[in-house]
């Protein structure tokens, strides 16, 4: 099974954006679904945006029209565009494919 690491993330301005990357170890051509997850502090963890491997997507109402998943079996990375960035989007960010994890990036949103 492949690896995932995640990157990407930092801290921005409300409004801001950021890209995240999750890079796997192999090839993510025959992975169904990988999908991005957040967990802040006090909180469960929660779906963020999920991707299939015919390119279907969907969003949490709260990511919908300001994320954007994508991935490209090529480089065998998946991404996630965050716009018009809240301070309530702060959070761990972890990638997930199939039943592996990665280890997750801070995404920071404050003035």
């Known amino acids: 099974q492949v690896q995932l690491v995640e990157s990407g993330g930092g801290l921005v301005q409300p409004g801001g954006s950021l890209r995240l990357s999750c890079a796997a170890s192999?090839?993510?051509?025959?992975?169904?679904?990988m999908s991005w997850h957040r967990q802040a502090p006090g909180k469960e963890r929660e779906l963020v945006a999920l991707i299939t491997r015919s390119g279907g997507t969907r969003y949490a109402d709260s990511a919908k029209g300001r994320f954007t998943i994508s991935r490209d079996n090529v480089k065998n990375t998946m991404y996630l565009q965050m716009n018009s960035l809240k301070p309530e989007d702060t959070a761990v960010y972890y990638c997930?494919?199939?039943?592996?994890w990665g280890q997750g990036t801070q995404v920071t949103v404050s003035s």
């Open positions: 192999g090839s993510i051509f025959s992975i169904n679904v």
């Open positions: 997930k494919a199939d039943a592996v």
